[in-house]
């Protein structure tokens, strides 16, 4: 089992940033691939970002591409999204997955074996 629990959310101005963190126990994160997905209210939840067990492999969403890093550090277990230029649609709650299956992380939702409970993002124009 493992456990993860998102932190760094808020209330920010349209061009901010956030660094949002996931810190994970019960075992290692050095033998998942994570995921950051997103959900605003209404919508599906959606991929933002994946990165490989290594951290050599990045995926991104389209419309984060440029803005949004991830990263990880498997010392501490935990990994990272860095948030630049932040837009008002990027206003959603923010989850940190973890996937076991596979090195690389995958664009699917079910692909995932344990989620976090999430940390609100709210953008203001």
């Known amino acids: 089992q493992v456990q993860l629990v998102e932190s760094g959310g808020g209330l920010v101005q349209a061009g901010d940033s956030l660094r949002l963190s996931c810190a994970a126990s019960?075992?290692?994160?050095?033998?998942?691939?994570m995921g950051w997905f997103r959900q605003a209210p209404g919508k599906e939840r959606e991929f933002v970002v994946g990165?490989?067990?290594?951290?050599?492999?990045?995926s991104y969403a389209d419309s984060v591409k440029g803005r949004f890093t991830i990263s990880r550090d498997n010392a501490k277990n935990t990994v990272y999204l860095q948030m630049n230029s932040l837009k008002p649609e990027d206003t959603a709650r923010y989850y940190c997955?973890?996937?076991?299956?596979?090195?690389?992380?995958?664009?699917?939702?079910?692909?995932?074996?344990?989620w976090g409970q999430g940390t609100q993002v709210t953008v203001s124009s």
């Open positions: 997955a973890a996937r076991g299956s596979s090195r690389l992380p995958s664009q699917q939702k079910y692909e995932y074996d344990y």
């Open positions: 019960g075992r290692t994160i050095s033998t998942y691939a």
């Open positions: 990165i490989s067990r290594s951290g050599g492999v990045t």
